[in-house]
């Protein structure tokens, strides 16, 4: 067992972090190479101006008149993504194994707000789940995959909230919480995951389009 | 005002059933699978895996507004009842199914791009809907009277069958009607070096010639150095665009390039025609391959803008009726003219009252992107699917609407018939031809 653990917490870490950034750069290349070949013209018509333009439009909380139209769901959207990335980017226990493997470290978030902000994400994570029942448009266009997806996200949160807690079998948690972890990572590129990366593109594309070409906003 | 979309008995179009019947299950594979696999690439395949189905593109679409929500409406699933079917069976997929997919395609999307600005990803969606009118084409399934548009295109390069010597013989008609306002008034045929030729799309010859007397008139008035041509290359519209017929779509729009090169003009003026105006700055040249159109391309709404604040034409009372303005997709969405617009609305009429949302955020007209052309079959189910735009109009309490784009003018007529809005409807070009001063522009004058 402690061998195994061992494993999944070393190179495992390593094996999980290779196969989502190497995964994400191939699929990038790819895509670049792709357009060379086959749609040489978006090349034409990309420019750095409008796609920051409009990316950075659409990071704006609640700028796009879309964002103002669906202000809850948007909202929830928005805080969602943000703490997917904060949350275990500076949990203290994880800034403790990075510091113990690679001697840095940063400032973490006082652990009690962490575990609040771990709720939030399991809430988030529900409430998409909710929505896609409750709202027929929603709904229509969901399929098996989509609560998949949602689970997925939420095992790592969730197994990590119950580890901090340690109210049942810590150690089996731990080690869920782990392999969880790592899987989301290795199927980000592989998944609808790889939004993460596809739409900055495509705001990218539209954007220039509207910017460069007709001249119009497209937020 | 709330037809419900179920009162609306569904008519079989002859070319598409016809079509069907002609298909076995092995030519709609290949055909499927040529167009997915030869004809898209990256972008289609980014816009299949982004897409995280999360409904927001629904707010965007017109359709979806005006049924009462009902989400087989909305943007994503349209892509759903097809794309998605289409590459998940690999192509194998049935005449019912396609028998949808057109509907989907030609009469339940405008390809108006609205959703594209609601979506967070910028998923372009009229993109994926012209795709599945690509395979239509292919399969030759698409409805008759678009079809035929496309035809007449093909064969006269204008899209209604205007002959050569009827094109030439309008324009004589409405030049000698229209000298009774301007005695030495001309409409200059073939005139190789003007600065600007004009252009229009056919239905003007066919049954709207009172526009190009006004358009002539404008011209003369503002002392400008015109032209048209008196040869097939005349009319900038194009249908083919919007059937996927992209081959003939290039020779449409190269042969109007060629006509203006034959006649070496500075630049290109086009009439209040939005699909037109896109098909030529923004969609012929590609197909030819041209980043840019090799002509400057300016649209009326442009034209207008330049002639009043440069003097060249003066309003000699402004319009009293109280106006609002439609801003189409393809002008304004689709190349930000809304601001010019405005202020030619300003200086030509007293009483502005804005429709909402405008600019960039319009509702479609629900006649564009070749809808309104596939012809009376489907006029009804076209004011059932629009009745959001009915509302909106109403909302404003104004006389008279202004909508600067045929698709436009001839969709909304039908909507303000349909729903009985007391509203008359005009061209920005009728309201400035109403209000100018008839005299000839002097210079310094």
New interface residues.
């Given amino acids: 067992m402690n061998s195994f653990i061992a494993f999944i917490m070393g190179p495992m870490v390593w094996i999980s972090f290779i196969i989502f950034l190497g995964g994400l750069t191939i699929k990038l290349v ?2 670049l190479k ?2 060379r ?3 040489p ?2 090349y ?2 990309v420019t750095l101006k409008h796609s920051l333009r ?1 990316i950075g439009a ?1 990071m704006i909380p609640f700028f ?3 964002a103002r ?2 202000p809850v ?1 948007y909202g929830i ?1 928005y805080l969602f993504h943000v703490l997917l990335f904060l949350v275990p980017l500076f949990l203290a226990s994880h800034i403790v194994l990075i510091n113990e493997a690679f001697q840095i470290s940063w400032p973490a978030l006082n652990d009690q707000v962490a575990d609040w902000l771990t709720l939030g994400v399991i809430a988030a994570l529900i409430f998409f789940a909710v929505r896609r029942v409750m ?9 098996a995959m ?1 609560y998949v997806l949602i689970l997925l996200v939420m095992l790592p949160f969730l197994t990590g909230f119950l580890a901090y807690h340690q109210w049942i079998a810590y150690r089996w948690i731990t080690v869920i919480h782990i392999l969880s972890g790592e899987l989301v990572l290795i199927i980000i590129p592989f998944s ?1 995951f ?2 993460m990366l ?2 900055p ?3 990218a ?3 220039s ?2 910017g460069h ?7 | 005002m709330t037809d419900a979309p179920s009162s609306v008995e569904k008519p079989t179009d002859p070319a598409i059933e016809s079509g069907l019947d002609r298909l076995t299950p092995d030519r709609i594979r290949q055909v499927i699978q040529q167009v997915l696999k030869n004809e898209t ?3 289609f ?3 299949v ?8 593109c ?3 679409c017109s359709y ?1 507004l005006s049924n009462d ?1 009902d ?2 409406f ?1 943007p ?2 349209k892509v ?1 009842n097809t794309i998605w079917e289409m590459l998940k069976k690999d192509g194998d997929v049935s005449k019912d199914f396609l028998r949808r997919a057109v509907r989907i395609a030609h009469l339940e999307c405008n390809a108006c791009k609205r959703c ?9 969606i009229a993109y994926l809907m012209l795709l599945v009118r690509r395979i239509c084409h292919k399969l030759e399934i698409t409805p008759q009277y678009i079809q035929d548009t496309v035809n007449s295109h093909s064969v006269t390069l204008n899209q209604m069958w205007v002959k050569d010597d009827e094109w030439i013989d309008t324009l004589q008609w409405q030049e000698e009607d229209a000298r009774d306002e301007f005695e030495d008034l001309q409409i200059p045929l073939d005139k190789v070096g003007a600065d600007i030729m004009y252009s229009v799309i056919a239905p003007e010859p066919k049954f709207q010639a009172g526009l190009l007397y006004q358009a002539a008139t404008l011209m003369h008035a503002a002392g400008m150095n015109w032209t048209m041509p008196s040869t097939p290359g005349w009319d900038n519209s194009n249908m083919a665009m919007y059937t996927g017929d992209n081959e003939i779509s290039g020779r449409i729009a190269r042969a109007f390039f060629e006509t203006a090169a034959r006649l070496r003009v500075k630049r290109i003026v086009m009439g209040e025609c939005g699909h037109a105006f896109r098909s030529v700055y ?1 969609m012929g040249n ?1 197909w030819n391959s041209w ?1 840019m159109p090799p002509f400057e391309v300016v649209h009326a709404l442009a034209f207008y803008h330049e002639l009043l604040t440069q003097g060249r034409i003066s309003i000699k009372e402004k319009y009293k009726k109280k106006v609002t303005l439609h801003d189409p997709c393809n002008v ?5 003219l809304h601001d010019k617009a405005r202020e030619v609305v300003n200086m030509v009429c007293e009483d502005f009252v804005e429709m909402t ?1 405008n600019r ?2 319009n509702y479609c007209c629900g006649a564009g992107g070749g809808v309104i052309n596939c012809g009376p079959p489907y006029k009804a189910e076209r004011m059932v699917n629009n009745r959001v735009k009915a509302e909106q109009l109403a909302a404003t309490g104004a006389d008279v609407l202004i909508a600067p784009c045929h698709n436009c003018h001839s969709g909304l007529e039908d909507v303000i018939q349909h729903y009985d809005l007391k509203m008359e409807i005009k061209f920005l070009g009728d309201l400035i031809y109403d209000t100018m001063e008839k005299k000839i522009y002097e210079p310094g004058a």
């Fill in positions: 790819g895509i792709a357009v070949q086959k749609e013209y978006i034409s018509y409009s659409w796009p008149r879309s139209m669906s769901y959207s709202v027929p448009e929603v709904k229509f266009l969901t399929g989509d609808r790889s939004h596809t739409a593109l495509t705001r594309y539209m954007g389009e509207f070409v007709r001249q119009a906003k497209d937020w | 690439g990256p972008r395949k980014a816009y895996e982004t897409c995280m189905r999360c409904g927001l629904a707010e965007a979806f929500r989400p087989q909305m994503a699933a759903k594209a600005m609601y979506c967070p990803f910028g998923i372009d923004d590609r980043v304004s969405r689709g190349r930000g949302p960039e955020h």
